[in-house]
């Protein structure tokens, strides 16, 4: 591995590593977005390795590509065989072929089977034991056309996997970098939460005081959202209950809900509709709501009171319905130390039966990083500052313990 690519190699997350990518590219002019998605890859461990076909070298120069994999980059087979190489059936093959970003043409080549540039001859290479992801770009009457969308329909029967695209300006734009390197996590992590079905709150509820003011809090849903992501990643089915203006998420089961009310009558909708195996209440609820609720739009400029009353506590709700559930809660306080904020959480324990609760200070609301406790029925665990999204493993990590244990 070249110099400048150590230095971003697994700076976002480890994610990739030791997982080898072929990063296939075909002639659309969205190729000159994968000096980036190389790069984004790498930054969560993934070694990189581009494939150009001609036209996509009339497009984007292999020097950029070289550039941004650190490997030598495959512009046409030679007596090296380089797509045996790549993507032969041996021990050093890549763990995933990525064609991106995919034409009609490339597609219709790999649905008939036909190699005739380095970037359908590594995919018939690998077709048979290495996992396909395509991520096509094109315009969108080409899209359309029946016998592409016939193409797109035979390679997913056969387990080619399709990213995107994004119906833009008349076009069917390639996937976004993060959305393609989310998936491509997402298809290459271990799967220990397979058979898993997991329920996830995220973000912070609003309660009306007229149609257009409410009461909120900070919370961003960033800590749910990355819970959910982490889960989907390692094979659970997840669905997500988020409030609006929560950050987004690429989980594909999301219901958006703004109040108490409405995240209680989602939360209730599914436990009675499925069986669930694990729930996190990450969401920030109102612990008050207005007792009156303006129909109309208060006027501005005079003093106002307000009635508040308690909203229903949700987590008491979840174990009445589903008694077996692996309930994780989250508690948040302010001016508690340790031995405190401790004893909050086994109160909460003692009263919803909650499984686990992640006690943390309310500092973490909307950053990056958090500090918790996690109280156990039998144990505490103090861990160090860390981003949310390793808190998130470190999370499901526990919780898949908990479960086998």
Do not use: W
């Amino acid at each position: 591995m070249l110099h400048h690519v150590k230095l971003i190699h697994a700076t976002k997350s480890r994610k990739l590593v030791g997982k080898k990518i072929v990063l296939a590219i075909p002639g659309s002019i969205a190729a000159v977005e994968c000096v980036k998605l190389a790069r984004e890859l790498i930054r969560h461990g993934a070694e990189v390795h581009a494939v150009m076909s001609e036209n996509a070298t009339k497009i984007i120069h292999p020097y950029a590509m070289e550039f941004a994999t650190g490997n030598p980059v495959v512009t046409e087979i030679t007596g090296f065989i380089e797509h045996v190489e790549l993507a032969g059936d041996h021990e050093n093959k890549a763990d995933l072929i990525l064609v991106c970003p995919a034409t009609a043409n490339t597609i219709g080549k790999i649905a008939c089977g036909i190699d005739d540039t380095p970037v359908t001859t590594v995919v018939t290479t690998a077709f048979a034991h290495t996992p396909v992801m395509i991520a096509p770009a094109m315009h969108s009457s080409m899209y359309e056309h029946p016998i592409v969308v016939e193409n797109i329909e035979k390679l997913k029967e056969l387990g080619v996997e399709f990213i995107g695209p994004r119906f833009e300006e008349g076009k069917a734009k390639v996937a976004s970098i993060d959305e393609i390197v989310y998936r491509v996590i997402k298809k290459l992590h271990r799967k220990d939460l397979a058979g898993k079905r997991v329920l996830i709150t995220a973000g912070a509820t609003r309660e009306y005081i007229d149609p257009i003011r409410y009461i909120t809090n900070a919370s961003s849903g960033k800590m749910g959202m990355a819970i959910a992501e982490e889960a989907d990643f390692r094979g659970a089915e997840v669905t997500l209950i988020k409030t609006q203006g929560s950050v987004p998420s690429f989980v594909e089961n999301q219901i958006e809900v703004e109040t108490v009310e409405e995240m209680l009558e989602a939360i209730e909708n599914e436990l009675e509709a499925k069986k669930y195996d694990i729930v996190v209440l990450t969401a920030a609820v109102s612990d008050f709501r207005v007792k009156e609720k303006a129909g109309v739009k208060i006027k501005s400029g005079k003093p106002l009171t307000l009635e508040l009353e308690p909203t229903p506590k949700i987590i008491d709700r979840v174990k009445e319905l589903q008694p077996d559930v692996f309930l994780v809660g989250f508690k948040a306080e302010t001016e508690m130390n340790e031995g405190e904020l401790i004893e909050a959480a086994r109160e909460q324990i003692e009263r919803a039966g909650s499984d686990l609760v992640v006690a943390n200070t309310l500092k973490a609301f909307g950053s990056e990083e958090n500090e918790v406790i996690l109280v156990g029925r039998e144990f505490v665990k103090k861990l160090p500052r860390m981003s949310k999204r390793e808190l998130a493993g470190r999370l499901l990590d526990e919780t898949a313990r908990l479960l086998t244990s």
